[in-house]
């Protein structure tokens, strides 16, 4: 296995945590669990953003180009229309 295919499965592995860590958080209501799952999503995003910078580093990962003035434009509208019902 490559250090390419490693580093993605990571990123993979790192985004399947904190997403998993998203939907248990708000549905504890032990506050110390609750307040131990946030310190592990912490660690979990921490590690995501170091593995993150190393892929763009070495060219791993390509961002997608930055959307136009008109596009955001276009997502807001799309957005913040009142919903017809």
């Known amino acids: 296995m ?3 295919t490693m580093v993605s499965d990571a990123l993979t592995g790192v985004n399947g945590e904190l997403k998993m860590f998203g939907d ?3 549905q504890t209501e032990n ?3 609750k307040q131990c799952l946030k310190q592990l ?3 979990a995003e921490m590690s ?3 593995m993150y910078q ?5 060219s791993y990962y390509v961002p997608a180009a930055k959307a136009t003035r008109e596009e955001i434009e276009h997502v ?3 957005l913040c229309q009142p919903s017809m019902q």
């Open 31 to 33: 506050k110390e669990l």
């Open 48 to 50: 995501q953003e170091q």
């Open 76 to 78: 807001k509208n799309v």
């Open 41 to 43: 999503r912490n660690a």
């Open 2 to 4: 490559d250090e390419k």
């Open 54 to 58: 190393l892929a763009r580093e070495k």
């Open 24 to 26: 248990m958080i708000p």
